[in-house]
DNA sequence: ATGTAAATGTAACAATGTTGCATTTAATAA
DNA sequence: TTATTAAATGCAACATTGTTACATTTACAT
């Protein structure tokens, strides 16, 4: 992951998003961190905030899906980077994305895993999946 | 699912919880819905009800395994009675939950289908994982 | 450089969740 | 049945989280 502002800036402009000061700050804790983030610990890491314009950032980000929600039951709502989509030097295919979080250190990673047999549920069109796994991770086994 | 007070009465003793009214009446709204329900739509639908009462009791019907929370990224967070155990009568096996959301109706659902293939994570153990998926439910085709 | 729509910061507010404590209640023992 | 006791409740006060309105500032296209 580049931290580097070169590319948080065309992170922004890529999804049509205003380059503002404040945004790219938000950006760049996000892109320092690999693994999914609570709102608490990300305004802990803002040097200086508006609590109303970080919730505006937020709400932009995901609306332009430059970042995605991370919902496991009994842990506070967490976001991430969405990961970047395939170009010329690198192709991601036959991967999905998956959450888990580990038991033991209480991490929540996004994974990306060869590509899981579809669900079918009868009489049910399905248009997208989650999975949200528990157990323990690669670190503390 | 039955609705009558003896029944519920009976879940909460398996679940080792204390029979109150005002339990009842949580339980009851819960019972009555088929589909996962809000926070909002649980108060709405009990008669009359103190909220940090509501919120201790939402507690400890998590706590103890009576309820599951459905969480969904982009919808609030909602709350289902656990599916029954099986019995002498009633066996249910190789069967996984799935929670289902209509982005046509907008409805919830909790669901069980054919058990779908194992998922492997290389160097994580899996305890337990969970599918959210979105499309068009059975009503709405 | 200028115009304009978007983003920001301030404030006031609404919704949601928590803690401490006195009172009431349910489950258990006598 | 009654007494005992630990749990559940209701109230108040508080803390956290999220929203709205509006005047000011800023980004970006012309
Ligand atoms: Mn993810
Ligand atoms: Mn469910
Ligand atoms: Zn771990
Ligand atoms: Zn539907």
């Known amino acids: 992951m580049q931290h580097c502002y070169i590319y948080m ?10 380059e503002t000061s404040f945004r790219l700050e938000v950006l760049k804790v996000l892109s320092e961190n690999e693994n999914p983030i609570s709102m608490d610990y990300l305004e802990q890491s803002l ?4 609590r109303i314009t970080l919730y505006r950032t937020i709400k932009t980000f995901l609306d332009k899906g430059l970042i995605h929600e991370v919902l496991i039951a009994g842990e506070s709502k967490k976001i991430a980077l969405c990961s970047v989509e395939c170009n010329e ?9 998956v959450h888990f979080f580990c038991e033991n250190c209480k991490e929540t990673f996004c994974l990306e895993i060869e590509k899981v047999p579809t669900i079918i549920i009868p009489n049910h069109s399905i248009n997208s999946f989650e ?3 528990k157990g323990i991770c690669q670190n503390c086994k």
């Open 131 to 133: 999975i949200q796994a």
């Open 47 to 50: 040097p200086k905030f508006d």
């Open 9 to 18: 800036k065309k992170l922004l402009k890529n999804k049509k998003i205003r």
């Open 89 to 97: 030097e690198n192709h991601i295919h036959h991967l999905e994305h």
